[in-house]
Structure formats: C-alpha cells, structure tokens
C-alpha cells in the first residue's frame, strides 16, 4: 500500500507558475513509476506528466515545454512545475504512482484565472 499526499495547488493568475508536490510513503520510492494526471469538470482524467524509476519523461503535447516532472528519491517527492500556465490548465491534479499496482492521491485545485 502506498499513500501519496499532494500540495501546492491555488489560484494563479494567466502567465503565473505553481509547483505541485506528492510526497509517497514507502521504502521503494525510486522503484516507482511516478506521473501527474488532472480532470477538469465534465472531462475524463487525462496524463499530464511521467517519470519512470530510471528518469524517462513523457509529456502530453499541451504541456511540452510549459511543465516540468521530477522526482527526488531521497525525499520520497516528485514535482510538477508548470510555467506559462493558461486557464485551460485548470483542473484538480491527481498523482499516480505505479508499482504494479496503482495508487492515486487525494488531488489538489489549480484553477488559473484573472
């Protein structure tokens, strides 16, 4: 069983930056696939971001080159660090972390408005 506790979402203005954390419980952590998804209201929860156990990245296109995955395994954390970002970016973010199993956070609110 892994627990993962995110922070870090808020209210950011067009253009502004935020930085998501989820911190994971277990010994393991660097053994884990780690990724963001979001699901805006009415919308199916969609792949944000990845990070493999050997550091491979995967980003959806809307993202590339915007966000930013990474992990720290000595912290048992991995970050999302959006730049540039746009209302359409609002949306609760969710962190998954793969093990074979599945496990998802709780999920926190990015809402990106004037």
């Known amino acids: 069983q892994v627990q993962l506790t995110e922070s870090g979402g808020g209210l950011v203005q067009p253009g502004g930056s935020l930085r998501l954390s989820c911190a994971a419980s277990?010994?393991?952590?660097?053994?884990?696939?780690m990724g963001w998804y979001r699901q805006a209201p009415g919308t199916e929860r969609e792949l944000v971001a990845v990070?493999?156990?050997?550091?491979?990245?995967n980003y959806a296109d809307s993202v590339k080159g915007r966000f930013t995955i990474s992990r720290d395994n000595a912290k048992n954390t991995v970050y999302l660090q959006m730049n540039s970002l746009k209302p359409e970016d609002t949306a609760v973010y969710y962190c998954?972390?793969?093990?074979?199993?599945?496990?998802w956070g709780q999920g926190t609110q990015v809402t990106v408005s004037s």
């Open positions: 990070i493999t156990s050997g550091g491979t990245l």
């Open positions: 277990g010994t393991i952590f660097n053994l884990y696939t």
């Open positions: 998954r972390c793969y093990t074979g199993s599945v496990y």
